[in-house]
């Protein structure tokens, strides 16, 4: 089995990463704007916009810092125990385990916010 060398997997990783479709995420109160691969997390498109959101675990799935509310749009969301029956009613869902499949505006609640 022939090795691919690091450049050649860098370009197939970059062609295949600007062959998905990308869609917009606005984040609310401030209206950051940011385009994003299909597939991308919420948590990743905060990154990409300079959003700085509580995320304690790392995008694990664990901490329930980096909730957001879903305004409009539609993602994959993995379900989870650490969002109340509540929340869930509310559109909250956790940043890092939600996917951007279409365009989409979410609102970050104050707890959400990293604290300098
Ligand atoms: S970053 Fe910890 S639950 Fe999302």
Redesign the pocket.
């Known amino acids: 089995m022939q090795k691919k060398g690091v450049d050649a997997w860098t370009a197939e990783k970059e062609k295949e990463r600007d062959a998905k479709p990308a869609y917009r995420v606005i984040f609310k109160p401030d209206n950051r704007e940011v385009s994003v691969p299909e597939g991308s997390t919420l ?1 990743e498109a905060a990154v990409s916009a300079d959003v700085h ?14 909730k957001l509310i879903v305004e409009f749009g539609r993602l994959e969301t993995k379900p ?1 125990a ?1 969002l109340s029956e509540s929340e869930k009613e509310k559109k909250y869902v ?4 939600s996917r951007v499949v279409g365009d989409v505006t979410v609102k970050i609640p104050p707890e959400t916010l990293e604290k300098n």
């Open positions: 948590l959101l509580n995320a304690s675990c790392n995008g694990k799935g664990s901490c329930d810092k980096c989870s650490q956790l940043a890092c385990q």
